[in-house]
């Protein structure tokens, strides 16, 4: 992830300042993901900032290990809740333990209800679901998003699902996401 993370980064950085002449240079953040109490190797979101006195405006670029300008990790965000609405919760609470995660029932139950909510609604989801045949139950997301990509068959399919979700990952897409 973090290799296609780089090319995606690399992609933004070479196409330079979207509003003026100026180069980009390198500015990563890192941030918590919120609802998880403590990650100690947080990644670092690939980041940039112009060079031009005067503009000096961030790109961030697409992921597919963050979801969203408030950086929640993209695996965490998509696996836990599908396992939450269709498996039991032995799974949930292994997943958390093998990914050294603390997050609680309330923080599920609302990144569950973002999938169903601002998710179905977005643009990306009404033009995006198109490609699916048959078509993803819109009620059972992630889960069925996860179905959809196989991912319990071939580990390279989570991959491929969160390169599908990279365009919503960037901070302008994603204020359409958190309203
Ligand atoms: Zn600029």
Redesign the pocket.
């Known amino acids: 992830m973090e290799k296609v993370d780089a090319d995606l980064a690399e992609a933004e950085r070479v196409k330079g ?1 979207r ?2 002449a ?1 180069k980009l240079h390198r500015a990563n953040y890192k941030r918590k993901p919120r609802g998880v109490e403590s990650w100690p190797d947080a990644p670092r979101r690939d980041s940039f900032c ?1 060079d ?1 006195e005067g ?3 961030r790109h961030t670029p697409p992921s597919v290990r963050f979801l969203g300008r408030r950086v929640y990790g993209g695996v965490v965000a998509v696996l836990l809740p599908a396992m939450v609405h269709g498996l039991k919760p032995d799974r949930v609470r292994h997943l958390r333990e093998a990914l050294g995660l603390a997050i609680d029932r309330r923080t599920l139950e609302r990144w569950r209800q973002w999938w169903l909510g601002a998710f179905v609604g977005s643009s990306f989801w009404k033009a995006g679901r198109a490609r699916f045949l048959p078509p993803l139950c819109s009620q059972t997301l992630p889960l069925s998003l996860c179905l959809g990509f196989a991912v319990e068959e071939r580990r390279d399919r989570l991959l491929a699902l969160l390169k599908f979700l990279a365009p919503i990952t960037t901070p302008d897409a994603w204020q359409e996401l958190v309203r």
């Open positions: 300042c509003y003026c100026g112009c031009q503009c000096r405006r």
